[in-house]
């Protein structure tokens, strides 16, 4: 049987696990790295760092934490502090595709805000906005429209600002 904590980093145990504080003083951590001269890690902080399942601390939170307050504080502590939206794990979903598996609407919808690629095929072929339609409920499949159509809009106004 697989070690489901297999090159998981504490990042991903404490993400998952909804541990804010220990989220925040990881973060910490590796921004300032310098600060803390006397606390030696084995490893260097890596927000991004994929587990032997290709996912991130990001992803793994959305997964399995199951407290949603503390989930969703720790998203937004992993986002803010640069965290990438957009990876992929081995079966090629990100995490946007895991907050609307998940039907952690708020998430979905924050992650999209900070630039989650909805386009992004899976290796099903599947966009989260596809998957939200096979798999999920409709207030979510009507909000990721809206926010598709708003996208393109918006890249058409700035096509026509660019030719005036």
């Known amino acids: ?85 957009n990876i992929a794990d081995e079966r090629g979903n990100t995490a946007l595709f895991y907050a609307l598996q998940e039907m952690k609407d708020d998430i979905a919808v924050f992650l999209i805000l900070y630039e989650a690629d909805i386009n992004w095929k899976n290796k099903e072929g599947l966009t989260p906005l596809s998957f939200a339609n096979h798999k999920l409920k409709t207030s979510t499949c009507i909000e990721l429209s809206e926010i598709v159509q708003k996208s393109k809009e918006e890249e058409k106004l700035k096509k026509t600002s660019v030719i005036q």
């Open 1 to 85: 049987m697989k070690n489901k904590t297999w090159k998981q980093t504490p990042l991903h145990i404490a993400a998952k696990s909804g541990k804010v504080k220990i989220v925040e003083m990881l973060i910490d951590y590796h921004i300032n790295s310098w600060f803390f001269k006397n606390v030696k890690l084995d490893k260097e902080i890596k927000l991004n760092e994929q587990d032997s399942e290709g996912m991130t601390p990001l992803m793994r939170c959305i997964v399995e934490c199951s407290q949603k307050e503390q989930c969703t504080e720790i998203v937004k502590l992993l986002v803010s502090n640069d965290c990438n939206v």
